[in-house]
């Protein structure tokens, strides 16, 4: 083969690669379906566990939603934790819509704040439900990982992950609506379910 094909080669190689759009996805309330106001997982789980009737305020931090300290959050987490990230159901048509983009040569990175030593129950409740992804990463820092892992195009429910990705990076962000999220304003596109997140990826991307 000569250098000069050889060459073409390597052109036509980057080309490909750069042509695979890679899109962040975040996992809880974006692929996993918590539920909202009385119905959420999450809440449902504190009020039993610590005999409350309901939040004290609609925000994101279980301390301040429920008036508990840090070691009660980190008790509850430890004692219903696992036990919730097994049972929540995951939104409906999220794998659906995460398969066609992968037939159309997405790269799905999924961007957890998980720790990571929430991995294997994340790895089998992706496995159980099926749905695809190309990574998994465990990190607080997401715009960091956007940076890194080229990322063009994010999806969260925590505004607090979205506006340094947005200011910093200026790729288009998603907002899955939530109750915690819903005082808080920013340069993001509210959506509400995996059909809103197909459209808005195929007007913004495609
Ligand atoms: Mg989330």
């Known amino acids: 083969m000569s250098l000069f094909m050889l060459e073409c080669i390597v052109i036509f190689v980057d080309e490909v690669i750069n042509m695979t759009k890679r899109?962040?996805?975040?996992?809880?309330?974006?692929?996993?379906d918590e539920g909202r106001g009385e119905e959420n997982i999450w809440h449902s789980n504190i009020c039993?566990?610590?005999?409350?009737?309901?939040?004290?305020?609609?925000?994101?931090?279980?301390?301040?939603?429920?008036?508990?300290?840090?070691?009660?959050?980190?008790?509850?987490?430890?004692?219903?934790?696992?036990?919730?990230?097994?049972?929540?159901?995951?939104?409906?048509?999220?794998?659906?819509?995460l398969s066609d983009l992968k037939e159309k040569d997405y790269n799905i990175?999924?961007?957890?704040?998980?720790?990571?030593?929430?991995?294997?129950?994340?790895?089998?409740?992706?496995?159980?439900h099926?749905?695809?992804?190309?990574?998994?990463i465990h990190s607080e820092e997401k715009a960091d990982?956007?940076?890194?892992e080229d990322i063009e195009f994010f999806i969260d429910d925590n505004p607090k992950h979205l506006i340094p990705i947005?200011?910093?990076?200026?790729?288009?962000?998603?907002?899955?609506?939530?109750?915690?999220?819903?005082?808080?304003?920013?340069?993001?596109?509210?959506?509400?379910?995996w059909t809103d997140i197909e459209k808005h990826i195929s007007e913004i991307l495609e």
């Not at 962040?24 to 996993?32: E, F, K, M």
């Not at 099926?130 to 998994?136: C, E, S, T, V």
């Not at 990982?145 to 890194?148: A, I, L, T």
């Open 109 to 128: 990175i999924l961007v957890t704040a998980r720790p990571a030593e929430n991995n294997t129950v994340t790895l089998e409740w992706l496995e159980k």
């Open 23 to 32: 899109i962040g996805v975040d996992i809880d309330a974006v692929l996993t």
């Open 48 to 97: 039993k566990h610590f005999d409350l009737t309901e939040r004290i305020d609609n925000v994101y931090d279980f301390r301040d939603a429920y008036g508990l300290s840090s070691e009660e959050v980190e008790e509850f987490i430890a004692a219903k934790g696992l036990k919730i990230f097994r049972e929540v159901p995951p939104r409906p048509r999220c794998k659906e819509v």
């Open 166 to 193: 947005r200011e910093f990076l200026r790729i288009p962000v998603l907002l899955m609506n939530m109750d915690h999220n819903q005082g808080i304003s920013g340069e993001f596109i509210r959506v509400d379910n």
């Open 145 to 148: 990982v956007c940076k890194k």
């Open 130 to 136: 099926q749905i695809p992804f190309d990574k998994l």
